[in-house]
């Protein structure tokens, strides 16, 4: 079959190489690691969209509450449960944002009501569009500063823990052991106890036993690398640990880490969110988007749209943080490097 | 190609192995459960009732029992010498007929009738000899004995200055009964169909020891009902008591709780047959409340803003008043409780308590303060200048649920918002720590609730007096203390002074503005059509069944 | 192996008793009574009640009456449920916790490792987005949301399974698929970076260059080696599961374990509090074990005892 595929190629195929000059060049240009997996990142149409979103959604948290005149907790109980209203789109019926309740009723029409409440009010009539943006803002801050600082403190652990292994490693592991074994809850009620509710005590309380997980990891994967030939070959060269650590293992761990990073920053809204349900969440008025799906899940079937719009917003964060995560992955590794 | 697919096959032959083996292990358990018909067609003919409970039932020893769904079960499947009737007023239970009391208003004489346990004992007088005592002893370390104060020496025995055989309680022989109390109170009748003055059999108690009302068949009923059937955090079943002494007036044959504790699957359960009744929460009522099948009534329980006068500010009384003028009940009530409660200007609720004149202690009392924001602003003003101050900060002590949430934050609105120089930061705390702070008067104002533990505007009055463990907030009027000592001392045997000193002490108490009254709690619910005679009761059980039937 | 063994049994008692010690001292931390009438009792009545229970004695008293209960396998009585032993609590509520975080936690997997394959094998195609999303959608959208409008369009509008209750397989299928979403979206991410991981080794080439089929080398080199990361992960999975199913039990009405540990400590139920993540911790530690030994089993490079230097 080879054979006679041989026999049958033709010349026209076939076209004479480039100059001499050209084949002296260095086909690629020499770039810097960064340089290279931000090349190779946007070619990734997924990691685009996902940066786009996240850079539009963080715009929109940051410049959408400045930007109304409406504040997250003024409250207006006569107009309370307003449904969304949006001047254009509410001509899309399929969006359902105009200002009609679902038994087809203008709600707006029937009180009266002049200003267009984009994604409608509250049961305490607070302007829903300023209060999810703000929420997001608080999530965003709460979850990005969450998972650096577990990613700092994982790190570390888990790589000495990893590096080192024997006692080291069986005393630190034990001691991650008891932690996860202490239920998160007992510790965080208790630090909600002690310090006064609020963004800073919510973001140690998650830290106490998050980094775990990162710390499990980071050692699982240092385990595999250190016992691998490049490092063995670093090694018997001589080179010190720190170099071992920082310029061979990390880079080649980074994809997990990068990946476990993007799931923190998911895991972390959702610990904020599972806080607010057994009720030690962010202070009230103050709105997280953890807490707005929350409280809007008590209204499933009468006010949809109270549960369905932050729900889409943090569907729409946590699926760009881990299409950027995957893209990131591919882009760092330095296996990918051709 | 072949390779790839045998690998999916691999796969999913390896799911569908994992979906027969879940299927076979538990279809055993769905046939057993079958038998339990939660099924609502069969239901109409047979007399089944389907019911929701929001909790598994903490006890079933009705001397430990202190929470609504063990005293709604007990209230059943047990009868103490009353019980609490279709209209509420307490017909006789366990008693025979109305008891003898001596002149002085403080022994009373009960000739039981012939009742029976589920196990074929006959209820004696010795039962009620015997969980009295055991109530109050205070090895049992019953949280519910100083119901039993009243009785006397019950205090003396719970606080170890007594043996419990000084309980003023007596078995003159089987049928016969006597007991003394320490004062001639009104409302003892009701009381003695409160969970608490249950008799228990003893005989049977001693002989499970530690199982006693564990599990459905180690417990003994002398109520309308028996427990029959109880799988724990999952439902409960009450079935019709062959030996009870009225047995021809029960008409259901059984009752399925089931336990369920979210309210939106509580309405899909109802919206699928499964229940037959089912407690609204404010965002359903929206939903529901043009349909057929919708009501709602006020409850007993009466919440308010304790004002902690160890605050400077709050001290002051214009400061306090100007706080309880400056915030809208009617729209709170409206608007985010929804769901049957109403704006409260008083501390006794509405249909509660009649006096000796016939007429509801709200009705004579009426409301005691009102919303005025103009005048609340004059007195917060007024305040500022006795007190001394121009801008404070207040904390609000809160529970950490999402209804309490909600307040809080409707609170710091107004307040804010009508009142100068007021900040008011929210504190939501869990259940108990919540409790911890405000026992230990370690907040500014809180919002708490008070429900009724005898029918009688005492138990509601008597909360602030000078130095009273309830009064968390340092409050203290003499001619208050005053009212409330003679109303249950001296004037016991004056009923109609007695009342007039109990309206008196509850306008004392909103003139200081001692607290800020906010609501009657109400209730909501979806009940369907064929289900008919279920009793609501002001206190104790929530429901009564005895009556309740299914109609074709 | 035997010694090694035995030495890590040693050392989960160790870890065990800190965490009984741990969490007692925590739990005295919490102001507040068990009671649970405690705002109806004056301070007097408390005294009284607590005298019965022991609770007015010294901490150090009450520490050593504990442990020495503990070590009997005695885990003492609720509080909230008068009398009822702490060990009868949890034997009553574990068995419908297991068997829905059992199931999820297969179906999870399965699924889990289906996309993760998937995606992998069509790197950065249609396929690889779709299985993203998919598997992402998981974890994005909160669990009680999930179950909510599955409840309410499978249970209430289509009729087609039922609402809620404990009373059958058809009964679990909801709260299962509804906890499987976490499980899924975390194993399928794992599998497709470890897949992918491996698939650029160089011993994947190796075998692609000796003319190996692509399913061959996935099912004989890429997927044993892309398992033991995944494995590690199971572990906290499971226990996170078990933890975390309170929503969906208390959705779904389901007689689980979840639900009742968050009441008894909003209710401050010392004991059972205790109990429970003594028990709880116990089946961390031990699915730990379990994994770490398993680590061994599947990749002969990582000697469980480590440090061959």
Request: aromatic fraction near 10%.
């Amino acid at each position: 079959m080879e054979q006679k595929q041989l026999d049958q190629l033709s010349t026209d195929l076939f076209r004479p190489a480039a100059g001499r000059g050209d084949l002296e060049q260095i086909g690629r240009p020499s770039l810097s690691y960064w340089k290279d997996a931000w090349l190779r990142l946007r070619k990734n149409k997924g990691a685009i969209f996902g940066l786009i979103v996240v850079i539009v959604l963080t715009a929109l948290a940051i410049f959408a509450p400045m930007a109304s005149k409406n504040d997250y907790h003024t409250q207006n109980l006569s107009l309370s449960k307003l449904p969304p209203k949006i001047p254009v789109l509410e001509k899309v019926s399929f969006l359902h944002v105009d200002g009609k309740d679902k038994d087809g009723f203008d709600v707006y029409k029937a009180k009266n009501i002049k200003e267009n409440y984009w994604f409608g009010t509250d049961d305490l009539g607070r302007d829903q569009w300023v209060r999810v943006w703000q929420g997001t803002r608080i999530s965003l801050l709460i979850a990005v500063a969450a998972a650096l600082i577990d990613l700092g403190i994982g790190i570390i652990y888990g790589g000495v823990s990893g590096f080192y292994g024997g006692k080291v490693d069986n005393i630190m592991m034990r001691i991650i052991e008891i932690l996860i074994g202490i239920p998160q809850l007992i510790l965080v009620i208790l630090f909600i106890l002690i310090f006064k509710p609020g963004v800073s005590s919510i973001i140690l309380a998650m830290i106490i036993t998050g980094w775990t997980g990162m710390a499990r990891i980071v050692r699982g994967q240092m385990l595999k690398m250190k016992e691998q030939e490049f490092v063995m070959a670093s090694k018997t060269l001589g080179a010190a640990n720190s170099r071992l650590i920082g310029k061979h293992l990390i880079p080649n761990i980074l994809g997990p880490i990068i990946v476990t990073t993007m799931f923190t920053v998911p895991g972390a809204i959702f610990t904020e969110a599972f806080l607010s349900f057994i009720g030690l969440g962010i202070a009230p008025p103050q709105a997280s988007l953890g807490s707005l799906v929350n409280d809007g899940f008590r209204f499933l079937q009468t006010y949809p749209y109270l549960l369905i719009i932050p729900s889409i917003i943090i569907s729409l964060l946590i699926l760009s943080f881990n299409l950027l995560g995957d893209g990131l992955r591919d882009a760092l590794d330095p296996k990918m490097r051709k | 190609m072949n390779k790839k697919f045998s690998f999916l096959l691999v796969l999913v032959l390896a799911l569908s192995t994992f979906l027969a083996a879940c299927s076979s292990s538990s279809s055993d358990k769905a046939g057993s459960d079958n038998k339990s018909g939660s099924g609502s067609g069969s239901g109409k003919k047979d007399q089944v009732l389907n019911l929701i409970a929001t909790a598994e039932i903490p006890s079933m020893d009705s001397t430990l029992a202190t929470d609504s769904v063990s005293f709604l079960v007990m209230n059943n499947v047990y009868e103490g010498l009353y019980r609490l009737g279709k209209n509420n007023e307490p017909v006789l239970g366990m008693a025979a007929e109305e008891p003898k009391v001596s002149a002085d208003g403080k022994t009373y004489t009960f000739k039981l009738r012939d009742a029976k346990w589920s196990n074929g004992d006959p209820v004696t007088a010795n039962d009620f000899v015997y969980s009295w005592r055991r109530a109050v002893d205070p090895a049992t370390a019953a949280e519910y004995a100083y119901m039993l104060y009243d009785v006397k020496n019950a205090e003396e025995i719970n606080t170890g200055k007594a043996k419990p055989d000084a309980l003023g309680i007596k078995a003159v022989d089987d049928k016969t009964l006597e007991i003394t109390l320490k004062n001639n109170v009104p409302y003892f009748k009701s009381l003695l169909s409160f969970g608490t003055f249950y008799p228990e059999n003893e005989k049977f108690v001693k002989s499970q020891g530690k199982n006693y009302a564990l599990e459905a068949n180690t417990g003994v009923y002398n109520g309308p009902f028996t427990l029959s059937d109880w799988k724990h955090e999952q439902s409960f079943q009450l079935k019709k008591n062959p030996t009870y002494w009225d047995k021809d007036t029960v008409k259901l044959n059984t009752i399925n709780f089931n336990i369920v504790k979210d309210t939106a699957t509580a309405v899909n359960l109802f919206e699928t047959n499964k229940v037959d009744r089912v407690t609204l929460n404010a965002e359903f009522v929206d939903k529901y409340k043009n349909n057929k099948e919708f009501g709602s009534y006020p409850e007993t329980s009466v919440f308010f803003l304790r004002l902690n006068e160890k605050n400077k500010v709050l001290a002051n009384r214009d400061a306090r008043k100007a706080i309880d003028m400056a915030w809208d009940k009617k729209s709170f009530v409206d608007v985010i409780l929804n769901n049957g409660s109403q704006p409260a200007n008083y501390l006794v609720p509405s249909d509660f308590a009649k006096g000796p004149d016939g007429k509801d202690f709200r009705e004579t009392n009426g409301d005691l303060s009102k919303l005025d924001v103009a005048e609340a602003k004059k007195l917060w003003a007024k305040a500022k200048k006795e007190a001394g101050f121009d801008k404070v900060s207040l904390e609000l002590l809160n529970y950490d649920d999402d209804n309490s949430k909600k307040i809080s934050q409707y609170l710091k609105e107004q307040l804010e918002s009508n009142l100068d120089g007021l900040t008011i930061t929210i504190k939501p705390q869990p259940f108990k720590q919540k409790l911890d702070l405000e026992s230990k008067g370690n907040y500014d104002f809180s919002f708490a609730g008070w429900g009724p533990d005898y029918q009688d505007p005492m138990t509601f009055i008597d909360m602030f007096v000078t130095g009273g463990a309830h009064n968390q907030m340092g409050y203290s009027n003499k001619q208050y203390d005053k009212l409330v000592a003679d109303a249950k001392g001296p004037l016991l045997s004056d009923l109609n002074a007695r009342w007039k000193a109990m309206l008196d002490a509850e306008k004392i108490l909103m003139d200081d503005a001692a607290i800020s009254p906010m609501y009657q709690r109400g209730t909501s619910y979806l009940q369907r059509d064929y289900v008919k005679g279920i009793v609501k009761h002001p206190f104790g059980g929530d429901f009564g069944y005895k009556w309740a039937s299914i109609e074709q | 192996m035997l010694r090694y063994t035995l030495q890590r049994i040693v050392y989960m008692l160790i870890t065990m008793f800190i965490i009984a010690t741990l969490t007692f001292f925590l739990m005295k931390l919490l102001p507040g009574s068990p009671l649970k009438s405690q705002d109806k009792l004056t301070p007097e009545q408390i005294t009284i009640i607590n005298e019965k229970y022991g609770l007015n004695d010294p901490l150090p008293v009450q520490y050593v009456h504990y442990l020495g209960n503990l070590a009997k396998g005695d885990l003492g009585s609720s509080f909230q449920y008068d009398n009822r032993p702490v060990t009868e609590l949890i034997g009553n509520r574990i068995g419908a916790s297991a068997q829905l975080g059992f199931q999820a936690l297969i179906l999870g997997s399965i699924v889990g490792l289906i996309l993760g394959i998937i995606a992998a094998i069509r790197h950065n195609t249609i396929f690889d987005y779709g299985a993203t999303v998919l598997a992402v959608l998981g974890i994005s959208i909160p669990s009680f949301v999930f179950a909510g409008f599955m409840q309410y369009i499978l249970g209430v509008k289509l009729q087609l399974l039922p609402v809620a209750l404990w009373e059958g397989f058809s009964y679990t299928i909801m709260p299962t698929i509804a906890l499987s979403g976490f499980v899924i979206a975390n194993i399928s991410r794992f599998m497709r970076t470890e897949l992918l991981e491996v698939m650029g080794s160089d011993y994947i080439m190796l075998a692609k260059a000796k003319g190996m089929s692509g399913t061959g080398i996935i099912i004989k080199h890429a997927l044993r080696n892309a398992l033991i990361p995944v494995i590690t992960i199971i572990g906290p999975l499971a226990v996170n599961i078990m933890t975390g199913s309170l929503v969906i039990e208390q959705i779904f009405a389901i007689p689980g374990l979840g639900e009742q540990f968050v009441k008894s400590i909003s209710m401050n139920d010392y004991t059972v509090i205790m109990g429970t993540t003594i028990f709880y911790s116990a089946l961390f530690i031990f699915i730990i074990f379990v994994v770490d030994i398993l680590y061994g089993v599947i990749d002969p490079r990582i000697r469980v005892a480590g440090g061959k230097k």
